[in-house]
């Protein structure tokens, strides 16, 4: 067998559950569970929920990064930090790639935006330049990540450095 260096192999994942019915079925289907089961919110208005993909969005400089890191806080310790965002269900274990900051001003970040909270490990921070979303090998790290730690939610921030060099 020939190995080639030069391409990158192919990412396997598995492919994430979902769901795929008919318009009858979807009609039909009681998704009470699901909502039940919202991280940020209450039981009649949540505000996060499971298998979503959500975007915090706003000007240069207004604190995204300190307000996701505070809110993850308060998702991997299962404490409301903001009453507004009230945390559901408990502790969530976290991994959160950080691919802007250099690692000492993550570190300078971390302990000023969420070090007097007792995350139970259940916050990962990584910082490595191979986090990529479309090129292979950062596409292999961020699974292998994953894979190591099996969070329950997962951050990319900020998103337009994971897509660097494409369209």
Known sequence: MEIDFETPAPVTMPVPKGYCMTSEEWAAYDFTKEESEALVGTETNAIIRPLTKNLIIAPDKAFKTTFLMRL????????????????????R??????????????????VASVGEFDMH?????????????????????????ITEHNPSIVVFDPWQELITGFN
């Open 121 to 145: 490990g259940n916050f990962v921070n990584c910082r490595d330049t191979r986090t990529h979303l479309i090129d292979g090998e950062g596409q292999q790290f961020i699974y292998d990540t």
């Open 93 to 110: 274990k976290i991994v959160y790639f950080h691919c802007e900051l250099n690692p000492a001003e993550l570190k300078l970040r971390i």
């Open 72 to 91: 993850c806080a308060s998702l991997a310790s299962g404490e409301t930090i903001f009453p507004a965002l009230p945390v559901i269900g408990g502790a």
